[in-house]
């Protein structure tokens, strides 16, 4: 048995448990743990985290009745563990079914696709009887109603991926470390784009909404807390990563004075929160974090005469010999 399967069926076991399971009696149901108890510890033990650092809502509770080797045990509660009714309309549905078989996620043992599956089938009644959206035919035998169907597109996930995914849908935060420093993050939003995920979220160190690569966190991301241990804002104030936001440089504050003219059509794309000072005349000044200054002088460019970047010095500096460029052809 690999690890894999041992996981999958110690998730069953704990989900099946009528009341919380010792650890002995999970090493008898579950199987393929060592014979050695110092190994089989370490092995239970590394399992334990795993399925946390998944999201599971794995529980420590005490065991009625006398059990003076062990008096508490370990189980999984369904009412944790089993997706609400989000309230999803019929189109809704669809369209997510439709997702669910043009994307395929790769890289995280199907954790996060399962994930994306079982959010699309198992709210309401397939339309018409059809459940070929899941593509996954061999899963269900021959002579399945299920067509197979090749995904249109290929997503990278990993277990980071299913770990922030679940932080989210649960409103935990996340702990992780990020350019050599360890944060706590309250998570937002997750977002697919160029290539790689970002995630949205509240740096609770720095008080302020920030963006994370997750190819750039360095070690593993944990889950914190019990479920609904912040506010999420809501949708529409948080935004997918913008453009001078997707580079590879070092993370930089550029603060920019944005003219009352173009100041609406300049907020809708940075956002409210971005705004450092509203002036008497209708300008604006907004902080922006910027990883591609090219990006960024492309957006500030936009607007011609009626935005100004002040400062770092350096980048102000930067961008003027940019225009010199420009104007020297």
């Known amino acids: 048995?690999?690890?894999?399967?041992?996981?999958?069926?110690?998730?069953?076991?704990?989900?099946?448990?009528?009341?919380?399971?010792?650890?002995?009696?999970?090493?008898?149901?579950?199987?393929?743990?060592?014979?050695?108890?110092?190994?089989?510890?370490?092995?239970?033990?590394?399992?334990?985290?795993?399925?946390?650092?998944?999201?599971?809502?794995?529980?420590?509770?005490?065991?009625?009745?006398?059990?003076?080797?062990?008096?508490?045990?370990?189980?999984?509660?369904?009412?944790?563990?089993?997706?609400?009714?989000?309230?999803?309309?019929e189109d809704e549905l669809a369209a997510l079914r439709v997702a669910a078989s043009a994307v395929e996620i790769q890289g995280d043992e199907g954790a996060t696709a399962s994930a994306l599956r079982k959010l699309a089938a198992g709210i309401a009644p397939v339309r018409n009887g059809d459940s070929s959206w899941n593509g996954k035919a061999d899963a269900d035998g021959p002579g399945s109603s299920r067509r197979r169907t090749t995904p249109v597109a290929e997503v990278p996930g990993g277990e980071a991926v299913a770990v922030v995914w679940g932080a989210i849908a649960e409103r935990r935060r996340l702990s992780f470390t990020y350019r050599d420093r360890p944060r706590t993050v309250e998570p937002w939003q997750l977002a697919y784009r160029s290539g790689r995920w970002y995630l949205t979220g509240l740096d609770r160190e720095r008080g302020a909404s920030r963006l994370y690569r997750l190819d750039r966190v360095q070690g593993s991301v944990r889950a914190l807390d019990e479920r609904g241990a912040f506010i999420r804002p809501e949708v529409a104030a948080v935004h997918p990563p913008r453009s001078w936001q997707l580079g590879d440089e070092p993370e930089t504050m550029v603060r920019i004075l944005i003219d009352a003219v173009v100041a609406p059509t300049a907020l809708s794309s940075v956002g409210e929160e971005a705004i450092e000072e509203r002036r008497p005349d209708g300008s604006v000044v907004v902080a922006l974090p910027v990883s591609s200054m090219a990006a960024l002088y492309a957006f500030v460019l936009g607007f011609l005469e009626r935005a100004e970047i002040l400062d770092p010095p350096e980048v102000r500096a930067d961008f003027v010999g940019h225009l010199e460029a420009l104007a020297r052809g």
């Open 1 to 89: 048995m690999d690890r894999l399967e041992r996981l999958v069926n110690l998730v069953a076991a704990l989900l099946d448990a009528p009341r919380p399971l010792r650890r002995e009696e999970l090493r008898e149901r579950v199987g393929g743990y060592s014979d050695d108890p110092a190994a089989f510890r370490r092995n239970f033990e590394r399992d334990k985290d795993a399925l946390r650092q998944m999201g599971m809502p794995l529980v420590l509770e005490p065991i009625e009745g006398d059990h003076p080797d062990a008096p508490t045990g370990y189980r999984i509660p369904r009412e944790r563990y089993e997706l609400p009714d989000l309230g999803l309309t």
